[in-house]
């Protein structure tokens, strides 16, 4: 890694006008320019600077916006050069395939131009994951979160702390000569005070800060019931598109259908299970096409995904005797379950106002009309304030996402500086006190990345998409 120009497609495969491949490295420039027939026009781009450029590849040629960042003012500080194509995954995919056929040019694995840009000290580690974290961001707290991270202030308020971890570092070191006496009395008022200091602004640190696992999607929550109950036109109300299949035949719906939506902030990832419960679909002689494999697949993810939920959503057909759906909610196992009565459009208001007295705790929607849709999310982000991590919990968006590398970087940090203030109080020597700030300073280096090893590197660029 980090040696050679790197290739990759800068944007998300599908549908959209514009693609962009993106190279880095010394070879850049010459690469691109070797398929260009004015290349010229691209060798004399000094800085940063943007030109029109016909590339010719095999019998295509084609008409691109090139940008150059020569060295070092680019993301990675190395010669960087963008090809703005219309995003045909096919067109994209020959000028890739050309290229990466130049000399000195490889594809480029994940996170390695963020790797770049951390290894050439463009931004400090604390950044490079925030911008995995801006990518992955399902709403507006977290984006501004990530922001921050991004910005550095994350970094910016590790360094303030290790700021402090030194000065207290120093002195107690300037003072082990004094071992055999006591700890002169006005350096160890200095000292204390500077760790409380720090163990005070570690806590705050720490308190701002909000897990965010990669790939994390928020609150899981699955909608089950008996096929046909609306589960997969709740699902198209809630996401407000035409994800998941409606379809007036039972069962349709075979693989779990998911989406994510931001509720006032909080992530929520929206689970359409496959065919609801297949034994009672079964039973009910419902399903009798599938397969005997399909069904058994069916039901591992069924199992899978319930086992997984934060919150399952019962969807009971209000227009039919609920009884059997009504049997099958009482025999799932889940730690939150919500009652939901849809197709409320088809029933008349004496027959709401029975089904609402008899189950007061249920919801009643109807995902045809959109009607009940508003307080079903609330009631599920009341449940998600709930029921969820003690950061989610309070409701506060959080200051800073951090990884999990990150939070174990912090609680290192916390538990290293703690024991050093218990070995001062105790009285259990000077160098054990030292030796536990250098092990809080290392876990605040790690968090920036100045003495992060390579392992843990690797760890954190392997969960980037290849274009960062
Ligand atoms: P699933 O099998 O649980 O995913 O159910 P679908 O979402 O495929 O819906 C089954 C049928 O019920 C379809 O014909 C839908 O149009 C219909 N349906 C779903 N929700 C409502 C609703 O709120 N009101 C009415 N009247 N019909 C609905």
């Not at 027939?37 to 940063?48: K, N, R, V, Y």
């Not at 931001?262 to 096409?289: F, N, R, T, V, Y």
């Not at 609920?322 to 409320?344: H, T, Y």
Request: charge should be negative; glycine fraction near 10%; proline fraction near 3%.
């Amino acid at each position: 890694m980090l040696d050679g120009t790197i290739l990759a497609s800068a944007t998300a495969a599908g549908t959209s006008a514009r693609g962009v491949l993106r190279l880095s490295g010394p070879d850049s420039i010459a690469a691109v320019g070797n398929l260009a027939p004015q290349a010229g026009l691209l060798e004399s781009c000094e800085g940063f600077e943007g030109v029109g450029l016909d590339l010719q590849v095999d019998e295509l040629l084609l008409r691109c916006w090139v940008i150059v960042y020569r060295a070092p003012r680019s993301y990675t500080c190395e010669d960087m050069v963008e090809i703005h194509l219309p995003a045909s995954l096919p067109l994209m995919g020959l000028v890739a395939r050309r290229l990466a056929l130049e000399e000195g040019v490889r594809w480029a694995g994940p996170g390695e131009f963020t790797l770049r840009a951390f290894r050439n000290g463009r931004i400090d580690l604390a950044q490079a994951e925030a911008v995995a974290q801006v990518i992955s961001a399902t709403g507006e707290a977290e984006l501004r979160a990530a922001q921050r991270g991004l910005a550095g202030e994350l970094g910016a308020k590790a360094g303030a702390v290790s700021g402090l971890l030194t000065r207290s570092l120093a002195l107690l070191e300037s003072c082990i000569d004094f071992s055999d006496e006591d700890l002169p009395e006005l350096a160890a008022g200095e000292i204390s005070a500077g760790l409380e200091e720090a163990a005070a602004a570690l806590e705050s640190l720490g308190e701002s800060t909000t897990l965010r696992m990669a790939g994390g999607d928020g609150f899981r929550c699955v909608l089950s019931g008996l096929p046909n109950a609306g589960k997969s036109s709740l699902l198209n109300a809630l996401l407000g598109n035409r994800e998941a299949l409606v379809s007036e035949l039972a069962g349709t719906t075979r693989d779990p259908v998911r989406g994510v939506t931001s509720e006032a902030g909080l992530a929520m990832m929206w689970i359409d299970l496959a065919g609801a419960c297949p034994a009672e679909a079964a039973a009910a002689g419902l399903d009798e096409k599938m397969s005997s494999e399909t069904r058994a697949a069916v039901e591992r993810l069924t199992s899978f995904e319930l086992e997984h939920a934060d919150a399952v959503l019962w969807l009971v057909d209000a227009a039919s005797d609920p009884v059997m759906s009504l049997e099958a909610c009482g025999a799932l196992d889940s730690r939150v379950k919500l009652l939901v009565f849809n197709k409320a459009d088809l029933l008349d208001e004496g027959a709401q106002a029975v089904l609402r007295r008899q189950y007061p705790a249920a919801l009643f929607v109807s995902a045809l009309r959109g009607t009940g849709i508003a307080s079903l999310r609330e009631a599920v982000r009341f449940q998600a304030l709930n029921n969820s991590s003690p950061a989610v919990k309070d409701g506060a968006p959080p200051e800073f996402l951090v990884s999990a590398h990150q939070e174990s970087s912090l609680q290192g940090a916390s538990s290293a500086l703690e024991r050093a203030l218990e070995a001062l109080t105790a009285g259990l020597g000077l160098e054990l006190a030292a030796a536990d700030l250098r092990d809080a300073l290392r876990c605040l280096e790690d968090l920036t990345g100045k003495v992060t090893p390579d392992d843990v590197l690797a760890h954190v660029f392997s969960s980037f998409c290849i274009g960062k």
